[in-house]
């Protein structure tokens, strides 16, 4: 999304419209639900960094009475087959059309993602980073500038969809 964009809350229908450049734009200006306004306060990235950091501080506690532990010790491919369940769950209840068990089951896969990067010694940094360098690139030229990559995971015979 272009940096130019500005967001307007509609308090009272609990949408939002999108308006790029101070002028409609059809495609993105159509109206869409806005975050509901009643959550707490603190829910940025910072909490995603919070659970890193006890995540991390689980790594070597007792498997028998950590979660975190017990995913960690059964290795990353056990932890990445964990996050992929939860990923499922999550779209099943997006089709579902179920908006509070998303927000539940995202709320687990994000823990799982973490259990990931924890797993692959990926800090939340680097990934913070890597959103912030895409920032204001379309994914279409996004995805072009990762077409050598692609070439190279054909290569390797990976599953991986480019």
């Not at 919070?50 to 028998?64: E, F, K």
């Not at 369940?85 to 099943?92: F, G, K, N, T």
């Amino acid at each position: 999304m272009a940096k130019t964009t500005k967001r307007k809350a509609a308090s009272k229908s609990g949408l939002k419209k999108v308006v790029k450049g101070g002028a409609r734009n059809k495609a993105v200006g159509k109206l869409k639900r806005a975050i509901r306004l009643d959550v707490p306060h603190e829910t940025d990235a910072i909490v995603l960094d919070r659970l890193w950091s006890v995540v991390m501080n689980r790594r070597d506690a007792d498997p028998t009475i950590s979660h975190s532990a017990r995913l960690l010790s059964r290795g990353t491919a056990k932890v990445a087959q964990k996050f992929g369940e939860e990923a499922v769950e999550c779209l099943i209840e997006a089709v579902r059309g179920d908006r509070d068990a998303v927000i539940a089951e995202s709320a687990d896969v994000l823990y799982h993602l973490v259990v990931v990067w924890v797993s692959t010694g990926v800090a939340p940094a680097e990934v913070w980073a890597e959103l912030m360098r895409r920032e204001g690139v379309s994914g279409i030229a996004e995805k072009a500038s990762r077409a050598q990559t692609s070439m190279v995971a054909r290569a390797l015979k990976t599953t991986k969809i480019p």
